[in-house]
């Protein structure tokens, strides 16, 4: 099993919650990345604009590819998908800072860093960067309670 971070937006995670399917898309450019799920591995999903850690989902099912409009009711660009199993779905008012003490002091890409500087936002640039175990762990449970 391996940890994932997962980018939405306000807007694409609104879609994401009003869909009776739990099924995360990813652009065609991070097909490399996309290719590597493997059922078992988990999303642990973070908001973009309001930096929150939201979701956390769990991949059942090999990656596909659908233009099928899912997030967008216009020419969908998150093509590429995979079905998944929520573990956690917050709404993003009880979602988690990225700021809160605790995930900042202890997660390995941001313990240390100046919350005022914008260079411990690198890894929140794109969808599906491998997570450490510990961070992901420490994330979802964090997510669950």
């Known amino acids: 099993m391996a940890y994932y971070l997962h980018l939405f937006s306000p807007f694409t995670y609104e879609e994401f919650l009003s869909s009776k399917e739990h099924i995360p898309g990813f652009r065609p450019g991070l097909l490399n990345a996309a290719s590597k799920l493997q059922p078992g591995d988990v999303l642990i999903c973070y908001l973009t604009k309001v930096s929150r850690w939201v979701a956390a989902l769990h991949v ?40 809160e003490d605790f995930i900042w002091n202890n997660l390995s890409f ?29 994330l979802l449970d964090s997510l669950h309670a």
């Open 60 to 99: 059942t099912g090999e990656l596909y590819e659908d233009h099928s409009p899912r997030f967008t009711t216009a020419k969908d660009p998150f093509v590429l998908r995979v079905k998944a199993k929520p573990l956690v779905l917050l709404e993003p008012r009880f979602g988690i800072p990225v700021k």
């Open 110 to 138: 941001t313990a240390g860093k100046s919350r005022e500087d914008s260079r411990w936002t690198g890894p929140f640039r794109s969808s599906l960067h491998l997570i450490p175990k510990k961070d992901g762990s420490l």
